[in-house]
T-cell receptor, first 111, second 116 residues
């Protein structure tokens, strides 16, 4: 059964801290691993990773994929209150457009 | 900006009723997927429609059904509502319009369904 597991389930940090969110996956015919940020309603896209060891970076956020260990991490440096959200990880297979989502990590950044 | 419009935004129904939710992707997007999001289960795939045909289906009971029209608009129907159907229902389109498999999903704002 395809599944994606995220850890921790929730996290509370202070502004300026660095956080690492974890995602492990088991997806048949794996194609890509995606990260989303969800603040209120619609998840918004952050990264898509298809190759191992290649870091993707956007400002203070970065992510990397390990296809051997079936694992990905999302790093956020110098966290801000605006980073407070649920971060979702999703695996995608080669068949169809279906995504397998984890239950998310709820991040709270306090001033 | 690529868009997906979902209506209604909020809905309250009673057990046993049925409900129809709507999703309108921007023109040219032939693939529409539906997801259910609950606190305990996270985002779970319901089904995908591509050019009016159901292409993929998740593990949901037959009470959950959908369809897609020739203008790409999609509807999702839930019959005989149960309390556990209370959730955020999200509609998503692939950035590539269904022709590019290696692409991210773009989500609508969702419909918050509450069953009482």
């Amino acid at each position: 059964e395809d599944k994606v597991v995220q850890s921790p389930l929730s996290l509370v940090v202070h502004e300026g801290d660095t956080v690492t969110l974890n995602c492990s996956y088991e997806v048949t015919n794996f194609r890509s691993l995606l990260w989303y940020k969800q603040e209120k309603k619609a998840p918004t896209f952050l990264f898509m990773l298809t190759s191992s060891g290649i870091e993707k970076k956007s400002g203070r956020l970065s992510s990397i994929l390990d296809k051997k260990e079936l694992f990905s991490i999302l790093n956020i440096t110098a966290t801000q209150t605006g980073d407070s959200a649920v971060y979702l990880c999703a695996g995608k297979s080669n068949t169809g457009n279906q995504f397998y989502f984890g239950t998310g990590t709820s991040l709270t950044v306090i001033p | 900006k690529a868009g997906v419009t979902q209506t209604p935004r909020y809905l309250i129904k009673t057990r046993g009723q049925q409900v129809t939710l709507s999703c309108s992707p921007i023109s040219g997007h032939r693939s529409v997927s539906w997801y259910q999001q609950t606190p305990g289960q996270g985002l779970q795939f319901l089904f995908e429609y591509f050019s009016e045909t159901q292409r993929n289906k998740g593990n949901f009971p037959g009470r959950f059904s959908g369809r897609q029209f020739s203008n790409s608009r999609s509807e999702m129907n839930v019959s005989t509502l149960e309390l556990g159907d209370s959730a955020l229902y999200l509609c998503a389109i692939p950035r590539g319009g269904g022709t590019a498999r290696n692409t991210e999903a773009f989500f609508g704002q969702g419909t918050r369904l509450t069953v009482v």
